[in-house]
C-alpha cells in the first residue's frame, strides 16, 4: 500500500487525474453513443485511449512498467468510470496491476482482471510451480489478456501470480450489468511470473480493494442517475406540468440525492482510508466494508427510485439508464455483496463488544 | 448539481484526537463519581454539570474570545458534541445555547446582548428555548402571528408560542415575532427576531407533557410583556434572511443521528459476542449506515469550519438522520426477537427500547421535518 501525508496535495493531483479521466472516458466511452452503436466496435479504441493516457495500469509504479499515481488518483477514476458506466475492464485492470505490484510483478500491457473476487474461493500453486482452482464469477475475464491472482502454496504462504488467460479455461458468460462474468478455471496453468505476496496481503485484503473500487464505480453511476433523473422531471410534461412541480416527484429524487450524497460520502471515504494506510488493519476494514455495504444499498435503492421517476422510457433498451441501473445491480455483487460484508462486520463488533463499538467508530 | 453534493473524506486533526481523550477522560471520572448514568435515565438539565463543562471550555468553543468564547475549530466543537451525546451525558442546559442561540447572537445580536448573555453562556450557566412553532404555524414559520408592537424604547410582544422546548427551565429564549404584515410580494416579510429574557412580567409558562410523560414541550404565552429595543437580534422584518446558514448548524451535527445511540450498542451487548448469521449481519448493516452518517456528519463540519454554508448537504444528513434512528429501535426489536429473556442485560435492553420507540415520532420534528427537508433538498435540485 502507499503511504502517504498531508492532504492539499493529494486532492489536487487526484483532481487533476479525474479531470484528465472525465476528458477521455466522455470522449471515448459516452453514454449516448455507446447505448445507439450497433455493436462492440468503440470498445477497442476507447480502451487504446485509456491505456494511451497511463488511466489502466494508474497503480502501477513507473518501474513495473505503469503510472505511478496514488491510491486515491486511481479511486478518483473510477468515480468517473461510474458516472458513464463504462463497459471497459478498467477496475480490473487497476486492480490487477496492484495485485501484482504488490508482490513487485510488472504489469505487461492489455486488459486484465484479477480474482479471486469472492470469498471462499482458492487456488492453489504446486511445489513444480502449476496454478489450479476454480473462480465461480470473474468479472471481465472473457477479453482479458491476463489474469492476476491471489494463490496459496502448497507448502504454505501465499503468491501472487501472472497468468495469460489462454492457460485458463473460461467459461463465456454475461452479468447482469451486460459485461462478462465468467467462470475461471486453472488445472496445472503455468504463470508467466510467481512472487510472494507481502505480509498482510491475503484474500481480504483483494476483496476489500475490490470493494472499494467498486463502491467509488457506484458512487459515479449514482451521479449520473441523479441527473439524468432530475433532467427528465424537468423535461417531462404530465397533467399540464413538468412533473418534477409534483410534491411526491420532489420527495423520491430528494431521497435519491440523499442515497447518492451517502454513496459519495462512503466510497470517499473509505478511498481516502486506503490511500493513507499502512496496512490493511481495523480501520481499513470498517471503512471499506461499511462502504460496500452503504453503497450497495444505495445502489439498490437508488435504481429503483430512477426507474420509477423515468417510468417506461427508463425501461427500454433505447435509453441509457440501464447502462447505469444494471451495473448498479452487478457491482453491489462484486468483491462480497452488502450481506456478506455485513456479517464479517457485525460479528467483528460483536467480538470487540459493545463498549468497543463506540471508539471504533470515532476513530476517525 | 453534483458539486452540491460534495462530502469531502474529513480526517480530524490531530489536536481533535487530543481533545477527545480529554473528553473521554472527564466523562469517565464524572461517571465513576455517580454525576450521571451513561445508559440514560437521568435528568438531562444539570446546573452542577453544565458549569462543570463551561469551566472545561467546551462551550462556545468556535466563539470569540472576547464574548467569553475560545476560538477553536468546529471540528473540536464536533467532537465534544458527540463524545457527550454517546455518553448520554446532562447537557441539556447549555446545549442550545452552544448549537444554535450563541453563533445567532454573535451574529445577529445588539453589543449590549453579545457582552451581557455571551461569556455566561460559554460558563454554563444560560439555557435558551427556541420561541417559533405557534399553535397555528409549525413547519410553516412565516405563518407567525406572535406580535411585536412599537412601543416607547422598545416592543410590546403578545401572543402565544407552543411546543417549545426548555422554556420552563430557560433564562432566555429566541423568539420569531410579527412586527410588521407580510407583503404581496414576499409572504416572508414582517417577522422579527428577538432575545427574550424569561423573567420579564407577562410571560406564562404551561407544560404539554408528552407521551412519555416527560415534560420538555411548553405553551409560552405573551401579554404585553416588554422588550427593550437592543433585543431585536438582525434586521427589523427581515429574520426570513437570517434563517439558512443557521438551519446548517442545526441539522447536520451528530445528534442528530446519536440521540439514541445507546439502542445499537445494547443490541450489540444483548445478541453477544457470537451473533447468528442474521444477528451478525442485523448489526452489521446498522454499523455499516451509521457510520456512513457519522463520516457525512464530519464532512459537514468541516465544510463549516471552512466557512462554507452547505445547506443542502445538512439537510440530507438530518433527513437520513432521522429515518435511520426512527428505523433503529424497531429494527432492534426484530433482531432481538429471540434472545433469551434470561440473557444477560435483557432487561436494561427492553427498558431503553421502550423508551427509543416512544421517543421516535418526535426526531423528525425537531430541526425540520422530514417533509420539509425534501423540499429544500429538492429545490437545491433545481426541482422547485
Redesign the interface.
Known amino acids: 500500500m502507499h503511504t502517504k501525508n498531508g492532504?492539499g496535495m493529494h486532492?489536487d493531483s487526484a483532481n487533476l487525474v479525474a479531470e484528465a479521466a472525465t476528458r477521455i472516458l466522455r470522449d471515448v466511452a459516452d453514454p449516448q453513443t455507446v447505448n445507439r452503436a450497433a455493436n462492440d466496435a468503440w470498445k477497442a479504441p476507447a480502451w487504446a485511449a485509456l491505456e494511451e493516457a497511463g488511466l489502466t495500469l494508474a497503480w502501477v509504479p513507473e518501474g513495473l512498467g505503469g503510472a505511478g499515481a496514488e491510491l486515491d488518483d486511481g479511486f478518483a477514476v473510477l468515480r468517473e468510470a461510474g458516472r458513464v458506466a463504462a463497459a471497459v475492464p478498467l477496475a480490473e485492470t487497476l486492480l490487477a496491476g496492484w495485485l501484482l505490484a504488490q508482490a513487485g510483478i510488472a504489469s505487461p500491457k492489455g486488459a486484465m482482471t484479477c480474482g479471486p473476487t469472492r470469498d471462499g474461493e482458492k487456488l492453489t500453486l504446486a511445489g513444480n510451480g502449476t496454478l489450479s482452482g476454480a473462480l465461480r464469477s470473474v468479472p471481465f475475464a472473457s477479453g482479458a489478456e491476463h489474469l492476476a491472482v491471489l494463490a496459496r502454496r502448497e507448502g504454505g504462504g501465499a503468491a501472487v501470480a501472472l497468468v495469460e488467460a489462454s492457460q485458463a479455461r473460461i467459461t463465456e458468460g454475461t452479468g447482469i450489468g451486460g459485461d462478462p462474468l465468467n467462470a475461471v478455471s486453472f488445472s496445472g496453468a503455468r504463470p508467466s511470473a510467481v512472487k510472494d505476496a507481502p505480509a498482510g496481503l491475503d484474500g481480504q485484503a483483494l476483496l476489500l480493494m475490490g470493494a472499494t473500487a467498486r463502491a467509488m464505480q457506484m458512487a459515479g453511476a449514482l451521479?449520473a442517475v441523479?441527473?439524468l433523473s432530475?433532467a427528465y422531471?424537468?423535461e417531462r410534461v404530465a397533467f399540464e406540468r413538468a412533473i418534477?412541480?409534483f410534491?411526491a416527484?420532489?420527495?423520491n429524487?430528494?431521497?435519491l440525492?440523499?442515497e447518492?450524497?451517502?454513496a459519495?460520502?462512503?466510497a470517499?471515504?473509505a478511498?481516502?482510508?486506503l490511500a493513507?494506510a499502512g496496512a490493511f488493519d481495523e480501520a481499513v476494514f470498517?471503512?471499506a466494508?461499511?462502504?460496500k455495504?452503504?453503497v450497495g444499498?444505495a445502489a439498490g435503492e437508488g435504481a429503483a427510485i430512477a426507474h420509477q421517476v423515468l417510468g417506461a422510457i427508463g425501461f427500454t433498451q433505447e435509453h441509457i439508464l440501464h447502462r447505469f441501473t444494471r451495473r448498479l445491480w452487478a457491482w453491489r455483487d462484486d468483491f462480497g455483496n452488502?450481506?456478506f460484508?455485513?456479517?464479517?462486520?457485525?460479528?467483528m463488533?460483536?467480538?470487540k463488544?459493545?463498549?468497543g463499538?463506540?471508539p471504533m467508530?470515532?476513530a476517525? | 448539481m453534483a458539486t452540491e453534493l460534495t462530502f469531502d473524506a474529513i480526517r480530524l486533526p490531530p489536536e481533535c484526537v487530543a481533545l477527545r481523550k480529554e473528553v473521554r477522560a472527564f466523562i469517565a471520572k464524572e461517571i465513576d463519581a455517580g454525576t450521571f448514568d451513561p445508559h440514560g435515565g437521568t435528568d438531562a438539565y444539570s446546573e452542577e454539570f453544565s458549569r462543570k463543562i463551561g469551566a472545561k471550555g467546551w462551550i462556545g468553543m468556535t466563539w470569540p474570545k472576547k464574548y467569553g468564547g475560545h476560538e477553536r475549530s468546529f471540528l473540536e466543537r464536533f467532537v465534544v458534541t458527540e463524545e457527550f451525546r454517546v455518553a448520554n451525558a446532562p447537557v441539556r442546559l447549555h446545549f442550545t445555547a452552544d448549537r444554535q442561540s450563541g453563533p445567532v447572537i454573535i451574529r445577529y445580536g445588539s453589543e449590549r446582548i453579545k457582552n451581557d448573555i455571551l461569556p455566561r453562556i460559554c460558563k454554563g450557566e444560560v439555557c435558551f428555548a427556541i420561541g417559533m412553532s405557534e399553535p397555528n404555524s409549525g413547519s410553516d414559520l412565516f405563518a407567525a402571528k406572535t406580535k411585536a408592537t412599537k412601543t416607547n424604547g422598545g416592543w410590546l410582544i403578545n401572543g402565544t408560542k407552543i411546543w417549545t422546548s426548555n422554556a420552563h427551565q430557560a433564562h432566555y429564549l429566541i423568539g420569531l415575532f410579527r412586527t410588521s404584515p407580510a407583503t404581496k410580494e414576499n409572504r416572508r416579510h414582517g417577522l422579527t427576531q428577538f432575545v427574550v429574557d424569561m423573567k420579564t412580567p407577562g410571560i406564562t409558562i404551561n407544560p404539554v407533557y408528552q407521551m412519555t410523560g416527560q415534560h420538555d414541550f411548553n405553551e409560552v404565552v405573551f401579554q404585553d410583556a416588554f422588550m427593550p429595543d437592543d433585543c431585536v437580534v438582525g434586521e427589523i422584518d427581515g429574520a426570513w434572511k437570517q434563517a439558512t446558514s443557521e438551519l446548517a448548524y442545526e441539522r447536520s451535527g451528530p445528534e442528530r443521528f446519536l440521540e439514541t445511540f445507546y439502542v445499537l450498542t445494547q443490541l450489540v451487548e444483548v445478541l453477544g459476542d457470537k451473533p447468528d448469521t442474521r444477528g451478525a449481519e442485523g448489526i452489521g448493516r446498522l454499523v455499516a449506515q451509521v457510520h456512513a452518517l457519522r463520516r457525512m456528519s464530519v464532512s459537514v463540519a468541516g465544510m463549516l469550519h471552512a466557512g462554507k454554508e452547505p445547506v443542502v448537504q445538512a439537510a440530507i444528513v438530518k433527513d437520513l438522520g432521522t429515518i435511520w434512528e426512527q428505523k433503529l429501535p424497531h429494527k432492534a426489536r426484530d433482531l432481538a426477537a429471540f434472545v433469551a429473556p434470561e440473557s444477560a442485560n435483557h432487561a436494561t435492553f427492553e427498558e431503553r427500547l421502550t423508551y427509543a420507540t416512544m421517543i421516535a415520532p418526535k426526531l423528525t420534528i425537531q430541526g425540520g421535518t422530514t417533509e420539509i427537508l425534501r423540499g429544500i433538498i429538492a429545490r437545491g435540485l433545481g426541482l422547485r
Not at chain 1, 460484508?341 to 460479528?347: C, E, H, I, Q, S
Open positions: 492532504q486532492m451521479e441523479l441527473d432530475v422531471a424537468n418534477a412541480k410534491q416527484v420532489q420527495h429524487l430528494a431521497r440525492a440523499g447518492v450524497a451517502v459519495i460520502a462512503a470517499g471515504s478511498a481516502d482510508a493513507h470498517l471503512e466494508a461499511a462502504a455495504i452503504r444499498e452488502e450481506s460484508w455485513a456479517v464479517k462486520l457485525g460479528n463488533v460483536a467480538a463488544g459493545a463498549d463499538l463506540w467508530l470515532a476517525r
